[in-house]
T-cell receptor
Framework: GQQVMQIPQYQHVQEGEDFTTYCNSS?????IQWYKQRPGGHPVFLIQ?????EVKKQKRLTFQFGEAKKNSSLHITATQTTDVGTYFC??????????FGTGTRLKVLA | GAGVSQTPSNKVTEKGKYVELRCDPI?????LYWYRQSLGQGPEFLIY????????DSGLPNDRFFAVRPEGSVSTLKIQRTERGDSAVYLC??????????????FGPGTRLTVL
């Protein structure tokens, strides 16, 4: 079946350092969504990318969707303690069945 | 406005028992999803509703799991003959519609199911 892998699994950074998580799907995705889940919380939608090669920015966050629509990345510039959480990508291969990635847990050290 | 709500927040049951988990989506959202999340894992797709019908139930693990959404709003996930491996957080999400520009998923707080 379809798999969506994310690397790294864990990342510890000093506050102010940059952070990147990578998402790779075994199949082409019609779109990709990114979610953030705080410890003990539920996933919260961050953004959706639809077009091949699309890049979107939200303040310190930059999201990219690969040309082949099989991979994506999330980059955070100058991390803050409020960025702590697990970041998930999710995408449907064609229907509306969203397959979530394995997640990257970010810890920011003050 | 009110977000997605799920009841109960916690459910402890014994192996072999039947449980029902309820999801109240955001008013007006036509798409509703059920996911299961185990500790340290990403949400695992179970079933998706568009309106009243189950558009995709391919994620249900086996025939002990069943979900309904009779009036296109509230949904109930039903698990028969629970097993210890069913223990997880069950998440519900709704979106304005599926596909296109308005399929941002809003998640509820989840129901933590523990099967003893």
């Amino acid at each position: 079946g379809q798999q969506v892998m994310q690397i790294p699994q864990y990342q510890h950074v000093q506050e102010g350092e940059d952070f990147t998580t990578y998402c790779n799907s075994s199949t082409t995705l019609s779109n990709i969504q990114w979610y953030k889940q705080r410890p003990g919380g539920h996933p919260v939608f961050l953004i959706q990318l639809v077009k091949s090669g699309e890049v979107k920015k939200q303040k310190r966050l930059t999201f990219q969707f690969g040309e082949a629509k099989k991979n994506s990345s999330l980059h955070i510039t100058a991390t803050q303690t409020t960025d702590v959480g697990t970041y998930f990508c999710a995408g449907p291969p064609g229907t509306y069945k969203y397959i979530f990635g394995t997640g990257t847990r970010l810890k920011v050290l003050a | 406005g009110a977000g997605v709500s799920q009841t109960p927040s916690n459910k402890v049951t014994e192996k072999g028992k039947y449980v029902e988990l309820r999801c109240d989506p955001i008013s007006g959202h036509t798409a509703l999803y059920w996911y299961r999340q185990s500790l340290g894992q990403g949400p695992e797709f179970l079933i998706y509703f568009q309106g009243t019908g189950a558009a995709d139930d391919s994620g249900l693990p086996n025939d002990r799991f069943f979900a309904v959404r009779p009036e296109g709003s509230v949904s109930t996930l039903k698990i028969q003959r629970t097993e210890r491996g069913d223990s997880a957080v069950y998440l519900c999400a709704s979106s304005l519609r599926a596909g296109g520009m308005y399929n941002e998923q809003f998640f509820g707080p989840g129901t933590r199911l523990t099967v003893l």
